[in-house]
């Protein structure tokens, strides 16, 4: 103290000197504050980044593991619907019912058409057989026929001319059929009907019944006389019938026919061209 009250300059230096250690001092303080501050803001920064960073990884697994989790759901839902039935399984009980009800009305009209087309062609045979009754229990009162042919009842629209039918003429060709062809089959005598009309027919030959059959050294029943003699019997009837009504046995153009066995002129026979052999009887054209 004697020394500052000695050397009053003194003071001011000290005064001085304190100042400026006192500056130093806040000048350190300021920057370790500084320092640490910074230290802190970088530790904070670089946690930030860091956090970023596993949650950037983190969202980046979870949506890789979403991935493949949705990628295994869909692989197990393919495998699951590929292990279902191949029918519809998804099919709802009406549905089913539905099906059931449809399958039994088609089965059901099924039958019904199948009934039906019995039925039908159980009514055409039923016809067809009427048919073949009429034809050999009624003769026809009228034939139609076109230049060529006799022809069905039911194509008479066809004909070009047409012959009525007398009773008389009718009884004529009961009788020539018995006559020629009583011991022969059924077809034999309608066979011998078809040539007495085929020659009706044809303009080379008579254009009667009875001229046809009464034509000189045509028939041998008329010759010999068993023409008058003979009663027609059931068959020769309904063969006559069948022949009016179309029923043919031989072709349209067969005019001639005899017994190779009993005839005495073969003259047919050797120029006339053979159609068939019926019985006894060997038919020509």
């Known amino acids: 103290m004697n020394i500052i009250s000695k050397n009053r300059w003194v003071a001011p230096m000290l005064s001085v000197l304190l100042v400026c250690i006192v500056g130093v001092n806040v000048v350190q303080a300021t920057g370790k504050w500084n320092e640490a501050s910074d230290s802190k803001q970088m530790t904070e920064l670089a946690a930030s980044v860091q956090n970023k960073q596993t949650s950037t990884q983190e969202e980046r697994r979870m949506m890789e593991e979403g991935t493949s989790l949705s990628s295994n759901l869909s692989a197990q839902t393919i495998a699951w619907t590929k292990s279902l039935p191949a029918k519809n399984w998804l099919t709802t009980t009406q549905e089913k019912q539905e099906l059931q009800e449809a399958k039994a009305k088609n089965k059901a009209r099924a039958v019904a058409a199948a009934k039906a087309k019995k039925e039908a062609a159980l009514k055409l045979a039923k016809v067809k057989r009427a048919k073949e009754v009429a034809a050999v229990t009624t003769p026809p009162q009228k034939l139609y026929f076109t230049r060529t042919k006799l022809l069905n009842q039911e194509d008479s629209k066809l004909a070009t001319w047409s012959y009525s039918v007398s009773d008389k003429e009718l009884h004529l060709l009961q009788k020539i059929v018995m006559a020629e062809a009583e ?87 050797r120029s006339q061209k053979k159609v068939k052999t019926i019985g006894h009887h060997t038919f020509y054209k």
Not at 204 to 223: G, H
């Open 183 to 269: 011991g022969e089959p059924y077809e034999g005598k309608v066979a011998v009907a078809n040539v007495v009309l085929n020659r009706l027919r044809s303009a080379n030959f008579p254009d009667t019944i009875y001229k046809v059959i009464y034509q000189k050294s045509q028939f041998s029943p008329v010759a010999n006389g068993r023409m008058k003699r003979v009663v027609p019997n059931e068959d020769s009837i309904k063969a006559v019938n069948a022949a009016l009504n179309g029923k043919k046995e031989v072709a349209d153009d067969t005019y001639y026919f005899l017994s190779l066995t009993l005839a005495d002129d073969l003259t047919v026979a």
